[in-house]
Nanobody, 114 residues
């Protein structure tokens, strides 16, 4: 199983970024795919999740600003982030989950700063 995140970087407040997570080694289309984040000194928190059917859920902090999507043909999940705030600064992790199986990628750093 491999999850490889990309798309992080430095962005100014109010800016946008799109994160990608390329998956391999498992039946991607059947898994719940999520984005988590962990800021320095804080616990990892769920940002957004998308089910195999495409249904989505968001943390309150992400609603209206972030959009999670998936492309099962490309085994890829995305997180489109807009109106970014300094408090969105964190390492963002991709997660794949099905029943008792759960996998994380290595993460991609997102820094929101002027």
């Amino acid at each position: 199983v491999q999850l490889v995140e990309s798309g992080g970087g430095l962005v100014q407040p109010g800016g946008s970024l799109r994160l990608s997570c390329a998956a391999s080694g498992f039946a991607f289309s059947t898994y719940y795919m999520s984005w988590y984040r962990q800021a320095p000194g804080k616990q990892r928190e769920l940002v957004a999740v998308i089910g195999s059917s495409g249904s989505t859920n968001y943390a309150d902090t992400a609603k209206g600003r972030f959009t999670i999507s998936r492309d099962n043909a490309k085994n890829t999940v995305y997180l489109q982030m807009s109106s970014l705030r300094p408090e969105d600064t964190a390492v963002y992790y991709c997660n794949a989950r099905l029943l008792y199986s759960s996998y994380y990628g290595q993460g991609t750093q997102v820094t929101v700063s002027s």
